[in-house]
């Protein structure tokens, strides 16, 4: 059984332990006459998970897929941007979701031009906006908390595993920014993303 084990970890890539799926979302950047802008969607009505709401392009990993390839994939896909047309800047930091799933946003810099090709599939994107970083940067966004409480089944061993049924089992917090611009509602993970980008670009 120990044969072999100095090889078992060599070029593994650490993931989220016990993740169900991994996600990755391109987070366009685009210069306009009065700044730096960012590219949102919103999502098509027709939808089933999430209809009507701001994001950005991305979606599900594919088998072996890394997170620039599947957020390229996904925007090629959803607006028919040529990954060509795309300056990836590098990976911000990524988001371990309670529901079992990571979501790795990738930084991507649009070539002069590319906003005006873009053709958002119907089935999928119901209209596209920029917003100036610069708004973000001078404007708080809404914050709203919920809690994460544990169920524990009442079948639960508390005896075996020597704990009393009073045991503190951890809870959670999740902060939900929001922001509206315009008509426009940037909220959850997609405002998350929104902060963790202009404050880097900010350096704040």
Partial sequence: MTDGLDSLWRGHVPGLLGARRSYAVLCPLLRREDGLHLLYEVRASTLRRQPG????????????????VCALREAQEELALSPASVEVLGLSDFICNQAGFLLQPVVGLLMPG????????????AELFTVPVDFFARTEPERYVYTLEPRVPPEFPYQRVGIPPE????????EI????????????????????LVRTICGR
């Fill in 53 to 68: 709401e701001v994001c950005f392009p991305g979606g599900r990993a594919e088998r072996g897929e890394g997170p620039v």
């Fill in 114 to 125: 590319t906003l005006e090709t873009l053709v958002p599939s119907p089935d999928e994107v």
């Fill in 167 to 174: 045991y503190p089992w951890s809870r959670g917090r999740v």
């Fill in 177 to 196: 920014p929001l922001w509206q611009y315009g008509d426009w509602a940037i909220w959850g993970m997609t405002a998350r993303i929104t902060r963790d």
